[in-house]
């Protein structure tokens, strides 16, 4: 029997062995969301450690962790920064007075704020960016929503979101290296239940008790 | 094992507030703590009050600018339940209101009261800049007692300065003493903030700001302490107390410029665990900048 939706707790889940570093996600995040120059509400960060000649590269994808216990949502002035009973953490442009204070208790730093419209090519927009501008977003605090509205859609049709393409997560389906997974985590037969239940992870910055959204894999531990 | 993360991986400085949420707290804060010294001069004197209430305006205007849709700013009440931001909203109107009534009746017990809503109008941005849990050096909890001590030695400082060119005769001498140690105070509290900040718990560059701002805090106090001392021995130089009370209100303003602005440097992304990718075996984690 399918699990009600309406209780779920949308995560995603980050294959840290099989991310290459591509940026497709990146891409296909801003084809989707029509983000502004310099605004990426999914990214990939390119990390380094070791010492020459034993040197690591890691690729690790970032975004907007939704969190379980979202600081930004308990500091935001207006309540423009929501979290829905799934578990995505949203924004009303409406409500939101660009205080930004949200931005400096996100301690992930996925929170952009533009105050004036930029476009890629110089001064007008291009066809594609005209037809996303979005002015509400002017001002305010934007953040990666987890294609809420992909998520949305799937209620009542019987797609799964994380399974079915057309209600899962743009930067989840671009992937090349099959290393992004979203589905729901209160679901224990679901993708991402099975992928925690069977492989080494870890959350971001878990010690400050955000209670984040992303699960990164690894291949055991240390 | 070393870490160098190339991009923006590293704790960086926040962009989001810049000198006009720092002029929130160093105006709000010091227009608070001039309140409070109002209340316990005695008979109430209304030049330091009324310091305050502007320098509160200020601080509030300031913050205004700043926002992205300044003419939606009222939404600001809309979240007492938890936001340190909506609190200090709500406490600055019975603030002002009750500050104005207490310059305009002179009355004996309304600048009590209004010391009392200024003590929870600077308590309430202490907590804000704590609130704010993407940023170490803000969220450290004692950032909240030195910020109230730095607004109220800001606060004896200006007042003092108001009451020498407004009212000198109001002046009475222990008020050199009270600054002195209000200065002490906000001292000891960054102190013992900067001694908790260890390497657990701000990045690196963040704590090498505070660590070289600790330095000037100390030689202005200094240098007010003796300004403060020549001003009470030596009859006829008040003025050096008033240099003293300004002194200790630019180190306060130039303290939280730095801590909002300079010191201001973010988590920055870490891995618990370093993955692998092919062959190898996992290894401990990174967190770069700290
Ligand atoms: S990652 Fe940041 S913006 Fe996203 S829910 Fe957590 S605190 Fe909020
Ligand atoms: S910028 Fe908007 S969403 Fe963020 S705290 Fe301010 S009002 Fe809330």
Known sequence: MRKDPAVARYIMVVDLRRCIGCQTCTAACKQANGTPPGVQWRRVVDIETGTYPDVRRSFVPVSCMHCGDPPCMDVCPTRATFKRDDGLVGIDYELCIGCAYCAVACPYQQRFKVQRATFAYGGGPSPAEAAQFDPARLGVSTKCNFCSDRIDAARGTGRTPGIDPEVTPACVNSCISGALHFGDRDDPQSNVSQLLRENEFFRMHEELGTDPGTYYLVEGRP | ?290
Not at chain 2, 5 to 25: E, I, K, L, T, Y
């Open chain 2, 1 to 290: 094992m070393s870490a160098s993360m190339p991009g923006s991986v590293a704790p960086r400085r926040q962009g989001f507030w810049d000198w006009r949420a720092a002029c929130n707290f160093i105006f709000g804060g010091a227009g608070a703590g001039t309140l409070v010294y109002a209340a316990v001069m005695s008979p109430p004197s209304a030049g330091p009050g009324l310091l305050g209430l502007a320098l509160v305006c200020c601080g509030l205007l300031c913050v205004w600018f700043e926002i992205g849709r300044p003419w939606r700013a009222l939404n600001v009440f809309r979240h007492a339940r938890s936001s340190w931001m909506t609190r200090e909203a709500i406490v600055s109107l019975p603030l002002l209101g009750v500050g104005l009534g207490a310059a305009w009746y002179g009355s004996r017990w309304l600048p009590w009261l209004t010391a009392a809503l200024a003590l929870a109008y600077v308590y309430s941005q202490a907590r804000m800049l704590q609130g704010a849990r993407g940023i170490p050096a803000w969220r450290h909890p004692r950032v909240v007692p030195l910020l109230i001590a730095t607004g109220l030695a800001e606060g004896a400082g200006l007042g003092i300065v108001a009451q020498l060119l407004l009212d000198p005769a109001t002046l009475p001498g222990w008020a050199a003493l009270l600054l002195v140690g209000l200065m002490l105070i906000r001292e000891l509290a960054f102190v013992a903030y900067l001694g908790s900040l260890g390497p657990a718990e701000a990045p690196t560059r963040a704590r090498a700001v505070l660590v070289r701002f600790g330095r000037r805090l100390v030689g202005l106090d200094v240098a007010a302490i003796i300004a403060a001392a020549f001003g009470t021995i030596e009859p006829g130089q008040a003025w050096a107390v008033g240099l003293a009370g300004l002194v200790a209100a630019f180190a306060g303003g130039w303290f939280k410029f730095t801590l909002v602005t300079r010191a201001a440097y973010h988590q920055g992304l870490a891995l618990s665990l370093t993955p692998v990718r092919g062959f190898g075996t996992t290894r401990p984690g990174a967190r770069p900048g700290w």
